[in-house]
């Protein structure tokens, strides 16, 4: 089985990343910062912010969902708000998107908000609400289970150190998956947690069994040449003790994304 896990920046390097996740073939896709406009055809748009201007793929999640036919796509939003295109305002909802293969079947899921509440008239205050989805599935191939979850953590402006609403996070996160996995089957943890390495969430998501590879193969960036600032944390992907790693790559080339790919091969 194949996970790949990514921070898909809104779509702002579209023909890549349609490339790559058609060509990674992934059985499970867990993105975060994805935006779904129903009832619209797909395009260009543009984020406005405090002065802050980004182009963004109002329709991201039709886009993936066309480009992966075989797989089902849940789309999990934590917002809706303003793009713009010219003077032309497109609402569009802004969250988590996870795509499974039809080979395996979904058994039990869960969603929920692990920072604030769902926000329907706007983008949100800082720091915006942030959710995580988690699922469970049933391999037909090898008449086995899996449960996957992931999050975006929250973006604080002052910085990825802990604090108290990240403790409450990842807390929020275990209740979630527990809620889910029933605790003797492998499970595998991921996303844009936005926090450093050495974070008490790590310590807090130690108490299911779990471990983070970006870690402990001793990889010290997962971001790529379109992030210019410091500090080159910020994905991670976590598995329980059960979980075989055929193999683990923090994503190089190409590059589709200011975040790198996470992708997990389990044997």
Not at 12 to 17: G, I, K, V
Not at 58 to 75: C, K, Q, R, V
Not at 163 to 173: G, P
Not at 203 to 232: C, E, F, H, M, P
Request: with cysteine.
């Amino acid at each position: 089985m194949r996970i790949i896990s990514l921070n898909a920046w809104g779509g702002r390097l579209h023909e890549a990343l349609i490339g790559y996740v058609r060509q990674a073939d992934p059985d499970v896709l867990c993105l975060q910062e994805v935006l779904r406009t129903p009832g619209t055809s797909c395009g260009w748009s543009i984020y406005r912010d405090a002065g802050l201007e980004l182009p963004q793929r109002f329709n991201l999640f039709t886009e993936i969902s066309t480009a992966l036919p075989g797989h089902d796509g849940f789309f999990c939003p934590t917002s809706k708000g303003e793009l713009f295109d010219g003077d032309t305002v497109i609402v569009a909802e802004f969250g988590l998107a996870t795509f499974v293969r039809k080979t395996h079947s979904v058994i039990a899921q869960g969603l929920d908000f692990v920072h604030g509440r769902f926000s329907a008239d706007g983008w949100g205050e800082h720091p915006r609400p942030r959710n995580a989805h988690c699922i469970r599935l049933f391999s037909h191939e090898h008449a086995s289970t899996i449960t996957i979850a992931h999050m975006h953590g929250l973006r604080d402006p002052a910085g990825k150190g802990d604090t108290a609403a990240r403790d409450e996070q990842a807390v929020a996160l275990i209740r979630l998956i527990e809620r889910v996995w029933p605790g003797d089957e492998r499970l595998v943890v991921c996303g844009d947690f936005n926090v450093l390495p050495d974070s008490a969430t790590f310590t807090i998501l130690a108490r299911l069994g779990l471990s983070d590879l970006v870690t402990g193969y001793g990889l010290v960036d997962t971001r790529t040449s379109y992030y210019l600032k410091q500090g080159r944390f910020a994905d991670y992907m976590l598995v329980t003790p059960e979980v075989k790693v055929a193999k683990f790559e923090v994503v190089v080339a190409p590059e589709v994304s200011d975040h790198r790919a996470l992708l997990l091969d389990i044997g």
